[in-house]
């Protein structure tokens, strides 16, 4: 009796097993699938069959990887050691079969999913709804465990699998093909008669190309290894992240052998898993899925969008909507103004879309609207213009006649309240926040704002929409700032007061990128524009009475406005900070407490954002903040770096900053809410 497994032999002494795992919608390689199936192998290993064809009874995809559930679970390496060795060990038997073995793969398959492909000696892709291949690993902190270092060298060459790898990112079946991942494409309805044809013709499978088994050589390898981690430290530090390092230093010392490499592999990922910043990534992870899983069923699709202002925020937005497939109008005062976000766009279109037909129907998807018509067709009208309060109500006015009774009304608003956005509206409860962030191409979050009297079938349309165009939701209350721009308000704040004090810009932004932040926080207000802080501090500032630094203010007065005029705190030159000019500038030394007086205000704002309802929990808070604000991911997000730290050790410094710098550091009543009975 098998619960995962089934095999069925045919008169041709084909024997054709599936994975369809019990009680899942996915193929994951949990403990009891993997047991299984070395019970499932034992009578091919003593009477081996014609060929063995390993497919999915999932429609959905061959198999998603490893359960992460179970890694959740483990603390101990020596437990992770035998969890992995025993994957490694059931895989080494499928591949000492002494016939044909063949993986068919539908849509995806991922980390230990493509693994198992690996260890089968052909491989075959169905095309069709975007199938994917990939070995994902070190986005969680770890590596391949189940065989994948060695295998993935071994067939497609250290260039192509150390690029797998070390990226993470998934592959097409085309790309697929053009490495060595997989044998053939096929097409759904075929796959069974290709398996056939590949076990009729008898072949054995291809190696890596002769230049990869050249770079493969042991007096070769070190130069090529440190090639790679000059590539890999341009994106990823070693003590933040350990695991793209360690994939290099497998390869390094074992080159892809079958005698070492295994289980050099099994020691090395044991340890990874255990370690604070694959605990962090997986968390990150399961963060991802709770922004998906927000929202409930939506009583209306959105399919045709109309943006109100064809700036950069606007125009953006636009472009992202049509390169996800919905049909888009975008309006704003002229022609003139319309057009540069159209030449974004295509610009957008050509890095994304390599096929030229795909372009163009993205480019006719997008189109310009100056007189507004698209407002009475679309689903979705966003208001993308300035941020002034009677700009947007005026434009409410003018538009709201014209929606039909089932459209919903967004505004792209950083920062002021729903509530006193909606007064001019007839039917408010059908208005929401939709705040995207710059740049829309790469950051992937999109904040869903409601009022307390929001419609919830317009909430969840919204919801579904932002993941219908591949972003991730977050649902929050309306309150001045939400929960990004809040949480970032006083960590940019005092970044700009020790710029006022003398410490120079570059030490600054280099404490925040040792912590793990993507970029320092003067470059961050730089690359926003100094105009869009000032506006949205001024907002915060009048909700939260706190001050807005001098230098702010001073600079947007002489037109300093950062990387869109070429000046700000640094100098730009081809969009990129000229820190070279500011690095000896300035002559007070780093403070010992300044990375402190950079994060911990993050940690106090996210609290009380937490406390007073903005959010609906704490895991949601990170995974926006995360998202939102790019906040070292290794950390696991502002609350839960708090909760390894110590709650009450964060409150206890708070105060210590306070009476040090000011009450800007004073530590919010709701601390011990939020971390009731926490040291």
Request: charged letters at 25%; one cysteine or more.
């Amino acid at each position: 009796m098998t619960n995962h497994w089934r095999a069925d032999r045919e008169n041709d002494g084909i024997v054709w097993l599936r994975i369809d795992k019990e009680d899942s919608s996915v193929n994951v390689l949990s403990r009891p699938v993997l047991e299984e199936l070395a019970r499932v192998l034992e009578p091919f290993e003593r009477n081996p069959p014609r060929a063995l064809v390993v497919y999915s009874g999932k429609g959905s995809g061959f198999v998603m990887g490893a359960d992460i559930n179970e890694f959740t679970q483990i603390a101990d390496p020596d437990e992770a050691y035998t969890l992995i060795r025993l994957g490694q060990q059931v895989f080494d038997r499928l591949e000492a079969l002494r016939c044909p073995t063949i993986a068919a793969i539908n849509g995806y398959a991922l980390g230990g999913g493509l693994e198992l492909a690996l260890a089968c000696t052909h491989r075959i892709v169905m095309h069709g709804e975007k199938p994917v291949l990939g070995l994902p690993e070190v986005q969680l902190g770890i590596h391949p465990g189940f065989g994948g270092t060695v295998r993935s060298v071994r067939l497609c060459g250290v260039r192509a699998a150390m690029e797998l790898m070390l990226t993470g990112q998934p592959v097409t079946p085309s790309k697929a093909l053009r490495i060595g991942l997989v044998d053939r494409i096929v097409s759904p309805d075929n796959w069974r008669q290709a398996a056939r044809e590949i076990v009729g013709r008898n072949r054995d499978p291809n190696g890596a190309p002769l230049p990869d088994r050249l770079l493969n050589l042991a007096p070769v390898r070190p130069f090529l290894a440190r090639m790679l981690e000059k590539q890999v430290a341009k994106r990823a530090r070693r003590d933040h992240y350990p695991a793209p390092y360690a994939i290099i230093d497998l390869w390094r010392r074992h080159g892809a052998s079958e005698r070492t490499g295994y289980e050099a592999e099994a020691r090395s990922i044991a340890e990874l898993m255990c370690t604070p910043t694959s605990r962090n990534l997986v968390r990150v992870f399961f963060l991802q899925n709770r922004l998906k899983a927000q929202g409930g069923k939506p009583a209306h699709r959105i399919a045709r969008v109309h943006v109100v202002g064809a700036g950069v925020m606007g125009g953006d937005i636009a472009a992202w909507c049509a390169l996800r497939g919905m049909q888009v109008t975008l309006q704003d005062r002229a022609e003139e103004y319309v057009r540069p976000a159209l030449e974004r766009a295509g610009k957008l279109f050509g890095r994304r879309i390599r096929d030229e037909g795909e372009r163009r129907e993205a480019e006719q998807r997008l189109k310009s609207d100056v007189q507004g018509a698209g407002v009475a067709d679309a689903d979705l009208v966003i208001e993308a213009i300035f941020e002034n309060l009677e700009a947007k109500q005026q434009l409410y006015a003018q538009v709201q006649h014209s929606l039909r009774p089932e459209a919903v009304l967004a505004t792209n608003t950083s920062s002021i309240r729903l509530e006193d956005l909606r007064t001019v509206l007839e039917r408010p409860e059908r208005f929401v926040g939709l705040h995207f962030f710059n740049p829309v191409a790469k950051l992937p979050l999109v904040e869903v704002i409601r009022c307390e009297d929001t419609d919830r079938g317009v909430l969840d349309s919204a919801i579904a929409f932002v993941r219908d165009i591949g972003k991730y939701p977050l649902e929050c209350a309306s309150s001045p700032g939400f929960v990004v721009n809040r949480v970032l308000a006083p960590y940019l704040a005092e970044a700009m007061r020790l710029a006022e004090a003398g410490v120079p810009v570059t030490v600054i932004d280099r404490a925040a990128e040792d912590f793990g932040m993507p970029a320092g926080p003067i470059e961050l207000i730089d690359t926003v524009g100094l105009d869009v802080a000032l506006d949205v501090s001024e907002v915060l500032a009048a909700a939260y009475d706190r001050p807005i630094p001098g230098v702010l203010r001073e600079k947007v007065a002489r037109k300093e406005l950062g990387r869109k005029s070429g000046q700000g705190f640094y100098r730009w030159e081809d969009g990129k900070a000229v820190k070279s000019e500011v690095a000896a500038e300035g002559s007070a030394a780093a403070p010992d407490d300044l990375t402190d007086r950079l994060v911990l205000p993050m940690l106090n704002e996210s609290v009380a954002c937490l406390s007073e309802g903005v959010v609906a929990d704490a895991d949601l808070l990170d995974a926006g903040v995360i998202f939102g604000t790019g906040f070292a991911p290794f950390r696991g997000g502002p609350l839960e770096y708090a909760r390894t730290r110590g709650p009450r050790a964060i409150e206890a410094r708070l105060s210590e900053l306070a009476e040090q710098h000011g009450e800007a550091f004073r530590p919010h009543p709701g601390w011990r809410e939020v971390f009731p009975g926490e040291k």
